[in-house]
């Protein structure tokens, strides 16, 4: 009986819809080599006058700001609500939730962050999706990387 009772307890866990599972949304620290690298190309676009990066900052709603307006995200709610938005962003509709544990998320100046899941695969096998949203999280643009 005990197995049986343990067998539909699994079950409940993977089914769609079922309550016995929850979702994690992790954000990568400041230190970490791809947050750099992602910070370090967004820098790129939102500071430099060069003209490449003004129309990938253009082409993405991304705004002109200085460095210091372009922040390593890693506050729990901020990382949740990012994952949340970023699986929407990136699935089909009614896509079930999944766990995110390797996200770099920016706050660019006051209205904007950019999000990317470096463990993200698309249905498609695209690798590496980059979204940038507003500050409600709807998204306003992406690119793969």
């Known amino acids: 009986m005990r197995t049986r009772h343990v067998s539909l307890l699994l079950v409940a866990a993977i089914l ?18 791809l947050t750099v690298d992602l910070r370090n190309h967004i820098l790129w676009m939102v500071t430099t006058a060069d003209t490449s990066a003004a129309a990938d900052r253009t082409a993405y709603n991304l705004p002109t700001t200085t460095a210091n ?46 999000v990317q899941d470096w463990s993200h695969t698309s249905s498609t096998g695209v690798h590496a999706i980059t979204v940038v949203f507003d500050k409600h999280w709807n ?7």
Do not use: F, I
Request: hydrophobic fraction near 40%; aromatic fraction near 6%; charge should be positive.
């Open 16 to 33: 769609p819809g079922g309550s016995a599972t929850a979702q994690t949304y992790t954000c990568l620290p400041s230190s970490h080599e």
């Open 69 to 114: 307006k372009v922040t390593v995200v890693t506050a729990a709610n901020q990382c949740a609500q990012a994952g949340a938005a970023y699986h929407a962003a990136v699935t089909p509709s009614g896509t079930p939730a999944v766990s995110r544990l390797m996200l770099s998320v920016l706050k660019v100046a006051n209205d904007r962050y950019v």
């Open 139 to 145: 998204r306003l643009s992406a690119w793969h990387n």
